[in-house]
Every structure is written in structure tokens, then in C-alpha cells.
Nanobody, 120 residues
Framework: QVQLVESGGGLVQPGGSLRLSCAAS????????MGWYRQAPGKQRELVAP???????NYADFVKGRFTISRDNAKNTVYLQMNSLKPEDTAVYYC??????????????WGQGTQVTVSS
């Protein structure tokens, strides 16, 4: 099993910055890809940015140039640096980890979520 715990959320003004952290524990060596998702009230959960075990990254169009995902394998932690925050970034942000099941598929694990609110 894998456990994920997010931290770093909070209330910031538009244009401000936050850094989210996701600490993994349990069967950490089974983790391959990780990523950040977010879900705003009344909306579907959406992918923000993934990162592979090798460090390759990608970004959703709505955060390109503003957010940066990274991971520190020595600390079993993934980060999301969020700059130039906009009110529409307000959401619960979830950490995700994908673990091979042995059946040619990968199992998803999720953290509890951390609230990010961008408002004046």
C-alpha cells in the first residue's frame, strides 16, 4: 500500500505563490508516475501536471508557464510550485501516485487533498 499526504495549501492573493508538497510512504519503491490533480467546487477533477519516475514532466495548458512539478526521490516527495496564481486556480489539490499491479495495469493512489484558495 501507498499513503500520500499533501501539505502547503492555503489562502493567497491573486499573483501570489504557493508550494505544495506530497510525502509518500508505504511501498514507496513501487511508485512510478506521480502527479497533481485539482477539483474545484461543482467541477470535475482535472490533471494539473504529471511527473515520471525518471523526472519527465508535462503540464495542462491552463498552468503552463506558471506551475512547476518536481520530485525528490531521496525524500519520497513530489512538489508543485505554483506562481502567478489566479482565482480560477482555487480548488482542492490532490496528489496521485501510480503503482504497477502486475497485471499490465497501474493502480492509482490518492492523498486527502489540500485546499488552495486564491482571493483578495
Amino acid at each position: 500500500q501507498v499513503q500520500l499526504v499533501e501539505s502547503g495549501g492555503g489562502l493567497v492573493q491573486p499573483g501570489g505563490s504557493l508550494r505544495l508538497s506530497c510525502a509518500a510512504s508505504g511501498s514507496i519503491f513501487s511508485i512510478r508516475d506521480m502527479g497533481w490533480y485539482r477539483q474545484a467546487p461543482g467541477k470535475q477533477r482535472e490533471l494539473v501536471a504529471p511527473i515520471t519516475s525518471g523526472g519527465s514532466t508535462n503540464y495542462a495548458d491552463f498552468v503552463k508557464g506558471r506551475f512547476t512539478i518536481s520530485r525528490d526521490n531521496a525524500k519520497n516527495t513530489v512538489y508543485l510550485q505554483m506562481n502567478s496564481l489566479k482565482p480560477e486556480d482555487t480548488a482542492v489539490y490532490y496528489c496521485n501516485a501510480k503503482v504497477p499491479t502486475g497485471w499490465g495495469r497501474r493502480r492509482d493512489y490518492w492523498g486527502q487533498g489540500t485546499q488552495v484558495t486564491v482571493s483578495s
